[in-house]
């Protein structure tokens, strides 16, 4: 979508097909057996590196501040799987739309592949890529995993061939407490509706201290860059980096295990 065309039949069944053909290339030749990285895994080697690679060997360990920001997380944007025929009619309309897809594509040598939580979409082109982070802790605060993971997500969906030139990125912290019932029904709407207009400033306030929209450009190479930094993990080269922060470890529910752990309290 280079030539900013609007996609044609062309367009899809060729995406589609080469869609396939990246699933089908998946060999377990990187790091722990891994064919795909997700885009939050590499997101995630900018929090801590160790922490990601305790996760593969030891699997999810549950806490509540993640089970409380998946459930708000999962009544906010809620999910209802359409097939391809049904995404494309979707999108394809010009009154914008909302509609996610798996992203995905090669980068420094690896098979990239992550799920965006919510996108705005017209005449086939996404105009809003939309990320959600909840946080107990001050919405006005960014962090350079967050930032690295949604722009990932723009990279790999300009690399799949859409016309991202009228793409923006919203990355929207919030708090896990203080929406009423009826704001958490209409929350995906009333902030697709703001970023349209241009009236953020406006939903921030009327969320006050409860909500920071921090909005991106679409960076490919910093986004490309992102990932040749931390790629080396994935492809053997080196060992993992551990973080040098001992609040991360304090918080870090792999702390009893963790080799690197800063943190030896009870």
């Known amino acids: 979508m280079n ?17 396939e053909a990246f699933r089908l290339s998946g060999k377990p030749e990187l790091r722990h057996d891994t064919a795909f990285v997700a885009v939050s895994e590499i997101a995630g080697q900018f929090y801590c590196e160790y922490k990601v690679e305790n ?3 030891f699997g999810e360990i549950p806490t509540e501040a993640k089970d409380t920001g998946t459930e708000l997380h999962d009544e906010l944007i809620p999910q209802e799987t359409i097939s391809r025929d ?3 009619e979707l999108v394809e309309r010009k009154k914008p739309s909302f509609a996610v897809l798996r992203v995905w594509g090669n980068v420094g040598g690896l098979r990239i592949i992550g799920m965006p939580d919510h996108m705005v979409w017209s005449q086939g082109r996404p105009l809003w890529l939309v990320e959600l982070k909840t946080t107990k802790g001050d919405p006005n ?18 690399l799949m061939g859409f016309d991202c030139s009228q793409l923006g990125l919203a990355l929207v912290r919030l708090k896990t407490e203080g929406l009423s019932e009826e704001e958490r029904r209409l929350w995906v709407k009333r902030v697709s509706d703001h970023l349209q207009s241009g009236k953020v400033g406006e939903l921030e306030m009327r969320y006050k201290s409860l909500m920071k929209v921090h909005i991106l450009s679409h960076d490919r190479a910093a986004a490309e ?8 993990y994935w492809l053997g080269e080196r060992e993992p980096t551990s973080s040098t922060s001992l609040g991360k470890c304090r918080a870090c529910e792999y702390k009893s295990v963790c080799p690197r752990s800063l943190f030896s309290g009870p």
């Open 225 to 232: 860059a992102s990932i040749m930094e931390k790629r080396g």
């Open 141 to 158: 605060l960014l962090w350079p995993d967050q930032m690295t993971q949604i722009r990932i997500y723009a990279l790999l969906l300009d």
């Open 55 to 57: 996760k593969i060997a």
């Open 3 to 19: 030539s900013h065309r609007r996609p044609d039949k062309l367009f899809w069944e060729d995406l589609w097909r080469r869609e």
């Open 86 to 88: 049904q995404f494309v």
